[in-house]
């Protein structure tokens, strides 16, 4: 018997999540470790798998066939990806402001702002947590339609 339309598969939601999860929380532990904080990491990940969640909830697949393993390791890596192009962005601001912070301290000859160490650190992670708030939920869509 021959079918005119073929069977689709629902999207694994929960596979997602998880690989969101835990792209995202590899992918930030390069900048966690810099800023000395990586014990946020769980927080990370549980973040990234509510923004992974919120971002497919709504996704149908007309997809004809079930993603290999090699697939899902390469949508992994792909998220894995973004969240460090996230962590790099964070690196870039926090030597930035470090290297602002230090000239100051040279140029006026005093300690006047504080510990430069502590400004880069602060206005990274603000970044860091600005970024983070949109780009798992994008992640989870690109995801979800490439597998």
């Given amino acids: 018997m021959i079918r005119s339309d073929p069977e689709t598969f629902a999207p694994n939601k929960p596979a997602l999540v998880l690989a969101t999860a835990f792209g995202f929380a590899t ?9 000395d904080e990586w014990r946020w990491l769980p927080l990370v990940a549980a973040a990234a798998a509510v923004g992974g969640f919120v971002g497919i909830r709504k996704i149908e697949s007309s997809s004809t066939f079930q993603p290999t393993l090699g697939e899902w390791a390469l949508g992994l890596w792909s998220s894995v990806g973004q969240a460090a192009a996230v962590s790099l962005t964070g690196f870039i601001v926090y030597a930035l402001f470090y290297w602002i912070a230090s000239g100051s301290v040279f140029i006026v000859g005093a300690d006047v702002i504080g510990n430069p160490s502590a400004w880069g650190k602060r206005a990274s992670a603000a970044l860091v947590i600005v970024t983070f708030l949109s780009v798992p939920a994008e992640v989870a869509k690109t995801l979800a339609a490439k597998l």
């Fill in 27 to 35: 992918g930030l532990l390069p900048f966690l470790l810099l800023i």
